[in-house]
């Protein structure tokens, strides 16, 4: 804590800790461009802007939460180091901040993550340890490091920190575009939903805030459905990034998505692939999965009645070049 305001509870995570975030990660993390998308912007008959996260250092906007939540830690916790457990970019972000910062740090994976994310996490310098093939194996392995070595842990998205970190995309849009109506969120454990939600809904309280997912392992969206957090198989997905169950008890943002979720949105496979597709022909943007399902839910008509201005965060490009080229290749121009 630096002592600024008293530390988030619960029903107390406020736009103020947002703004907190802002200052705090200022020194590491930039200010990404918007960017207006003509075509999408005809096809939508809204005004559409990509909001380009994935230019940051480790391409996902993951590093805003992580930086905020390590940036916070005292001298001794930092000490000990830090681990996570991640689906990829969050290891990513965590891994390079804690090097930025000379912070030892160990990220745990599930054998599901792609090359391209562990490869960038070795020349990171971060202690890898690779087990199981599902988030949960890797967050238990996780939470026995915690115990046994004394590591601090810096959850990917139940964490009021990370939630305020990644709030302050929201904090940019608010003053790059304050006519905006809508934003498109890719959700998985909904810790950028959360936070986007609270930095614009109490500025904007009009601003829809929509969820999407893919149509398979969607664990958010079967959440809400089941009334409780649930868990589910992880199957094969070009959005690898929203893999992930909500963990094993969710303290913060099943409640935060239900209470400021207005709609929600699946789209299937070859709606990601035809997204990742066009934002490489019309934008030159290399978009994984992830980042692609705002646009593709666009391109494939799935909008229930598109409120604009609206934005799409483009929220990583960590994606292997074999599922790219199978993407481009599996969508006609
Ligand atoms: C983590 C991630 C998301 C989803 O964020 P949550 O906070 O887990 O909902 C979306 N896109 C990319 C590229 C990600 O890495």
């Known amino acids: 804590?630096?002592?600024?305001?008293?530390?988030?509870?619960?029903?107390?995570?406020?736009?103020?800790?947002?703004?907190?975030?802002?200052?705090?990660?200022?020194?590491?993390?930039?200010?990404?461009?918007?960017?207006?998308?003509?075509?999408?912007?005809?096809?939508?008959?809204?005004?559409?802007?990509?909001?380009?996260?994935?230019?940051?250092?480790?391409?996902?906007?993951?590093?805003?939460?992580?930086?905020n939540a390590i940036l916070r830690l005292s001298d001794e916790e930092r000490s000990r180091g830090i681990t996570t457990f991640s689906t990829g970019n969050h290891g990513l972000a965590v891994a390079y901040v804690c090097r930025r910062l000379n912070i030892p740090a160990v990220i745990c994976l599930s054998s599901r993550v792609p090359r391209a994310k562990t490869e960038t996490l070795h020349r990171l310098g971060a202690r890898l340890e690779i087990v199981g093939t599902s988030q949960d194996d890797a967050e238990n392995r996780c939470r026995q490091l915690e115990r046994e070595e004394g590591l601090t842990l810096v959850p990917p998205f139940d964490d009021p920190w990370v939630i305020a970190g990644q709030g302050t995309i929201g904090l940019e849009l608010l003053e790059e575009l304050p006519e905006l109506r809508s934003v498109l969120v890719p959700l998985s454990g909904g810790g950028l939903l959360s936070g986007l939600a609270l930095a614009l809904k109490s500025n904007l309280p009009r601003v829809s805030?929509?969820?999407?997912?893919?149509?398979?392992?969607?664990v958010m969206l079967e959440s809400l459905k089941a009334g409780k957090p649930v868990k589910l198989d992880e199957s094969d997905t070009y959005a690898d990034s929203l893999l992930g169950g909500l963990g094993a008890c969710n303290h913060w943002t099943y409640s935060l998505v239900r209470r400021w979720m207005d709609a929600a949105i699946q789209v299937p496979e070859d709606a990601i692939a035809a997204g990742i597709a066009f934002l490489y022909r019309h934008h030159r943007i290399i978009a994984e999965g992830a980042a692609a399902v705002g646009v593709g839910a666009v391109l494939t008509g799935r909008l229930p009645e598109p409120k604009g201005p609206v934005v799409i965060p483009v929220t990583g490009s960590n994606i292997n070049p074999d599922r790219f080229t199978q993407a481009i290749l599996s969508s006609p121009e």
């Open 209 to 218: 805030i929509i969820g999407i997912s893919m149509e398979r392992s969607a």
């Open 1 to 67: 804590m630096d002592g600024r305001t008293s530390p988030p509870t619960a029903e107390k995570i406020h736009v103020h800790h947002v703004w907190e975030a802002k200052r705090r990660i200022a020194g590491i993390v930039q200010k990404t461009p918007l960017t207006y998308s003509d075509p999408l912007s005809e096809t939508a008959g809204i005004p559409v802007y990509l909001k380009q996260e994935q230019l940051h250092p480790v391409h996902a906007f993951k590093i805003r939460g992580a930086a």
